[in-house]
Nanobody, 122 residues
Framework: QVQLVESGGGLVQAGGSLRLSCVAS????????MGWFRQAPGKEREFVAA????????YYRDSLKDRFTISRENAKNTVYLQMNSLKPEDTAVYYC???????????????WGQGTQVTVSS
C-alpha cells in the first residue's frame, strides 16, 4: 500500500501564494500518476491537477491552469502544488491521491491523503 501525507496548507490573503507538498511512502512503485483534488464546504470534491512520476506529464483543470502548477521531485517521492494569485473561492481541503493506471486522465485514484486545509481571506 502507498501512504500519502500532505502539508503546506494554511491561511493566506487573496492574491497570495502557497505551495502544497505530498510525500508518498510505502509501495510507491504502484503509483504512476499523482493527482491533487480539493473539496470546499458543501461542494463535491473536484480535480485540480495531475502529474506522471515518469515523464512528468501534467494535466490541469482548465480553470486553474493559469494559476496552479504541479511538479514532482522523484528522489524525494514528493509532489508539489504551487498555487498563485489565490482567491477566496480556492478555499478548500486539498488532497493528494495516487493512481496506478497509466492514463493521466484516468479518474480511478485509489489511495488518498488526509488533506490539508487552505483558507484564502478576502
Amino acid at each position: 500500500q502507498v501512504q500519502l501525507v500532505e502539508s503546506g496548507g494554511g491561511l493566506v490573503q487573496a492574491g497570495g501564494s502557497l505551495r502544497l507538498s505530498c510525500v508518498a511512502s510505502g509501495r510507491t512503485f504502484r503509483s504512476v500518476v499523482m493527482g491533487w483534488f480539493r473539496q470546499a464546504p458543501g461542494k463535491e470534491r473536484e480535480f485540480v491537477a495531475a502529474i506522471t512520476w515518469g515523464a512528468g506529464r501534467t494535466y490541469y483543470r482548465d480553470s486553474l491552469k493559469d494559476r496552479f502548477t504541479i511538479s514532482r521531485e522523484n528522489a524525494k517521492n514528493t509532489v508539489y502544488l504551487q498555487m498563485n494569485s489565490l482567491k477566496p473561492e480556492d478555499t478548500a481541503v486539498y488532497y493528494c491521491a495516487t493512481n496506478p493506471r497509466t492514463l493521466i486522465t484516468d479518474p480511478n485514484y485509489d489511495v488518498w491523503g488526509q488533506g490539508t486545509q487552505v483558507t484564502v481571506s478576502s
